[in-house]
């Protein structure tokens, strides 16, 4: 006699095109931006901020591309942060002072500074952005030494 099976109907959540099929599930996505985003809620200097953010395939702190990017990134922000508080985000000027390179290696054009880190200290010692909370979330350039919260995406594989 044969025995009886049971069938597994396994009930799939249809591909929906307001998410991305490797955005994690405790990230945000944004369609209009393509951005999958996840806020921390902890506090850490920028190798480790970096070091957690790459523990998901394609992750690493969120690159800003441009102003639509940084809009949502801020609305996000609003959303949440109350009283504001400085957010790591991709970026480094470590190989040729000034000139902004990805995490994907491609230059970062898009930079949204705020009215304070033209003209602090020299910033050669300053090769990292950061979002200022005070201006509105605009970038600043510093060390990475401190602990701050950070901003972690996975791109589209
Ligand atoms: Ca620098």
């Known amino acids: 006699m044969l025995a009886q099976q049971s069938i597994a109907i396994s009930v799939g959540v249809l591909p929906n095109s307001d998410t991305l099929s490797n955005c994690p599930d405790d990230y945000t996505y944004n369609r209009k931006t393509n951005l999958c985003v996840k806020m921390s809620t902890d506090i850490l200097n920028l190798n480790a901020a970096k070091s957690k953010c790459e523990s998901f395939e394609n992750g690493g702190l969120v690159t800003i591309r441009n102003h639509n990017q940084h809009d949502f990134i801020v609305q996000e922000l609003a959303k949440i942060?109350?009283?504001?508080?400085?957010?790591?985000?991709?970026?480094?000027?470590?190989?040729?002072?000034?000139?902004?390179?990805?995490?994907?290696?491609?230059?970062?054009?898009?930079?949204?500074?705020?009215?304070?880190?033209?003209?602090?200290?020299?910033?050669?010692?300053?090769?990292?952005?950061?979002l200022n909370p005070t201006e509105d979330y605009k970038y600043e350039d510093v060390d990475?030494?401190?602990?701050?919260?950070?901003?972690?995406?996975v791109v589209s594989k």
């Not at 480094?92 to 304070?116: Q, R």
């Not at 880190?117 to 020299?122: E, G, K, L, T, V």
Request: aromatic fraction near 14%; proline fraction near 7%; include cysteine.
């Open 81 to 130: 942060m109350n009283p504001p508080e400085p957010f790591y985000i991709d970026g480094t000027d470590e190989a040729e002072e000034g000139k902004f390179i990805g995490k994907d290696g491609k230059e970062i054009t898009y930079l949204d500074w705020d009215s304070i880190s033209q003209m602090d200290m020299p910033h050669e010692a300053q090769d990292f952005l950061c």
């Open 144 to 153: 990475g030494t401190r602990a701050y919260r950070y901003i972690c995406e």
